[in-house]
């Protein structure tokens, strides 16, 4: 099973990007998809997941400003971002808790990461 992700970039404050996850390989279904990001010097957070059955849950520091979905047909979840801050400067990776087809089991698998730099 591989993510991958795209989207991220350099956006002035204020701006928008949309970032995307595609997950391919052995995949019986996926039950949860998420973002999350790390800021140089800081540890790994949550931004934002959805579960099969539609629930979200968002970090409290999206503010309303992020909305995470999903196409699950196509393996991919998507992060749109607005009204960005330069606090949002950070890799962002996503996430999946996936059960493959050669297996019952759910395993979490990580995408590469994709930098999201925003200025003043």
């Known amino acids: 099973v591989q993510l991958v992700e795209s989207g991220g970039g350099l956006v002035q404050a204020g701006g928008s990007l949309r970032l995307s996850c595609v997950a391919s390989?052995?995949?019986?279904?996926?039950?949860?998809m998420g973002w999350y990001r790390q800021a140089p010097g800081e540890q790994r957070e949550l931004v934002a997941t959805?579960?099969?059955?539609?629930?979200?849950n968002y970090s409290n520091f999206v503010k309303g400003r992020f909305t995470i979905s999903r196409d699950n047909p196509r393996n991919t979840w998507y992060l749109q971002m607005d009204n960005l801050e330069p606090e949002d400067t950070a890799v962002y990776y996503c996430?999946?808790?996936?059960?493959?087809?050669?297996?019952?089991?759910?395993?979490?698998?990580w995408g590469q990461g994709t930098q999201v730099t925003v200025s003043l």
């Open positions: 996430n999946g808790l996936i059960v493959t087809i050669a297996t019952s089991d759910r395993y979490e698998y």
């Open positions: 390989g052995s995949i019986f279904s996926i039950n949860r």
């Open positions: 959805i579960e099969k059955n539609g629930h979200i």
